[in-house]
């Protein structure tokens, strides 16, 4: 698994965060079954509650390219003009997203400081007895 090129992503996507009201900028890259990248950033609003994650951003835009099966997700974050010092996880809303389209078992998240500082989770042990669509009998 490429972990530096999806830190990289996610950091390159962090830029183009739109977050004029918390100031928090978020960048994540989804990596598909096929190795392919898509990325996104956090998009505020005006009246908040539309606001969209990085980590959703990121997969409507796999989705919506025809792709579902995912590997990894790398996610950093860190207040617009600072340094990334902090692992950024993933929200709970993001985490029930990717289980979505993802073997809790098999599926990797990574939170970045940089290329070289990470930590990787599997996505069960973020989202443990996760309720997913195999539920829905
Ligand atoms: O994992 C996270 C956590 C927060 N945010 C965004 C939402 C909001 O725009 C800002 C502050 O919560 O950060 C993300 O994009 N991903
Ligand atoms: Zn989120």
Redesign the pocket.
């Known amino acids: 698994m490429p972990v530096s090129e999806l830190i990289r992503s996610a950091m390159d996507a962090r830029k183009k ?1 739109y ?1 004029p ?2 100031n ?1 900028m ?1 960048g ?1 890259a989804v990596l598909t079954n096929e190795l392919r990248i898509y990325t996104g ?4 609003n005006a009246a908040y509650t539309p ?5 959703r951003t990121a997969v409507s835009k796999a989705v919506s390219e025809g792709k579902r099966s995912f590997k990894a997700i790398a ?1 950093v ?1 860190s207040p617009k003009g600072e340094l990334i010092t902090q692992y ?4 709970g809303v ?1 985490r029930q997203v990717l289980r979505e389209f993802a073997d809790p078992e098999r599926f990797f998240v990574i939170v970045a400081k940089n290329e070289a500082d990470y930590r990787i989770y599997l996505l069960k042990e973020l989202l443990p007895e996760s309720f997913g669509p195999e539920n829905l009998y």
């Open positions: 965060a977050a009201y918390s928090y978020v994540a950033c956090n998009i505020e606001s969209i994650c990085a980590e996610v974050g950024a996880f993933p929200c993001c």
